[in-house]
């Protein structure tokens, strides 16, 4: 399958939440369904952090965080086989550019080099995605 959208850790996690779902979710599952989104290694530990998070806050119980994460684990996400060189050079100096946090520069700078539509619903690194060019999945509106 070939992936069709780079998915952040925010856009996926609006998925487990009905406070953060919008129509960008909705257009997510949308293309989950019909094919893969290609996402960095580091992906899975930022969803599963937010996750865990949210449980021990009391926003989830155990069992949702459990059926999400199998849930997430279904997906058959693409994993970006990004060398070292592209973490140590590419995307840190995006993140020093654009003034975001390394994990939110390696979400940009993956959908830079791919060519994909970005799906996330953080404010900065969405405002950096269309300073860019880099098109949204959302068609260029603003997260809430």
Do not use: K
């Amino acid at each position: 399958m070939t992936p069709s959208l780079v998915l952040d850790c925010s856009a996926a996690c609006a998925l487990c939440f009905e406070d953060e779902a919008d129509e960008q979710s909705e257009r997510v599952l949308e293309l989950l369904e019909a094919g893969q989104a290609l996402v960095p290694a580091l992906f899975f530990w930022e969803v599963a952090n937010v996750l865990l998070m949210a449980e021990r806050r009391g926003r989830l119980s155990h069992a949702d965080r459990v059926e999400a994460l199998q849930l997430f684990e279904a997906q058959g996400f693409a994993v970006d086989p990004a060398t070292p060189a592209v973490i140590w050079h590419d995307v840190i100096n995006l993140a020093e550019q654009c003034q975001l946090t390394s994990y939110d520069a390696a979400y940009l700078e993956l959908a830079m080099r791919s060519g994909l539509p970005l799906a996330s619903h953080d404010r900065a690194l969405c405002t950096a995605a269309e300073r860019l060019g880099v098109p949204l999945l959302n068609g260029g509106t603003m997260p809430r």
